[in-house]
């Protein structure tokens, strides 16, 4: 089975940093993206950062471009997302996510996946 595990989610000033974990159990990295996505209260889901197994390309929301930077330690089976100049706007409830259907990080950013983990909160403060 499938397992996504997110961490690292909390309360941060305006232009701090945060580290988000995204801890995979069920399958390996090889030949898949993943991703983190996240939810703003009154918005709909979107993706923000993806990278794939396949090629090694990752894809990134136009807003967060240059700030955050997604990672992985494959022998871990785990993926980061590096968050840096945190705006209030980065507000929202992030998610690790995958579909086994997408090898590309653009394709999986741009759709609903279908296996995700539980949310973590980040909340950055003006």
Same mark, same amino acid.
């Given at each position: 089975?499938?397992? @996504? ?6 309360? *941060?000033? $305006?232009? #701090?940093? @945060?580290? /988000? %974990?995204?801890?995979? %159990? #069920? ?14 209260? #009154? =918005?709909?889901?979107?993706?923000? !950062?993806?990278?794939? +197994? ?6 990134? $929301?136009?807003? *967060?471009?240059?700030? +955050?930077?997604?990672? !992985?330690?494959?022998? =871990?089976? &785990? ?6 100049? /945190? =705006? ?9 996510? &995958?579909? /086994?259907?997408? !090898?590309? %990080?653009?394709? @999986?950013?741009?759709? @609903? ?6 949310? &973590? /909160?980040? &909340? *950055?403060?003006?």
């Amino acid at each position: 089975e499938v397992q @996504l595990q997110a961490s690292g989610g909390g309360l *941060v000033q $305006a232009g #701090g940093s @945060l580290r /988000l %974990s995204c801890a995979a %159990s #069920g399958f390996t990295f090889d030949g898949y993206a993943i991703g983190w996505f996240r939810q703003a209260p #009154g =918005k709909e889901r979107e993706g923000v !950062s993806c990278i794939s +197994f396949s090629d090694g390309d990752t894809a990134y $929301a136009n807003s *967060v471009e240059g700030r +955050f930077t997604i990672s !992985s330690d494959n022998a =871990k089976n &785990t993926v980061y997302q590096q968050m840096n100049d /945190l =705006k209030p706007e980065d507000t929202a409830v992030y998610y690790c996510a &995958t579909d /086994l259907g997408h !090898s590309s %990080s653009y394709a @999986l950013c741009h759709s @609903l996946p279908t296996t995700w983990g539980q949310g &973590t /909160l980040v &909340t *950055v403060s003006s």
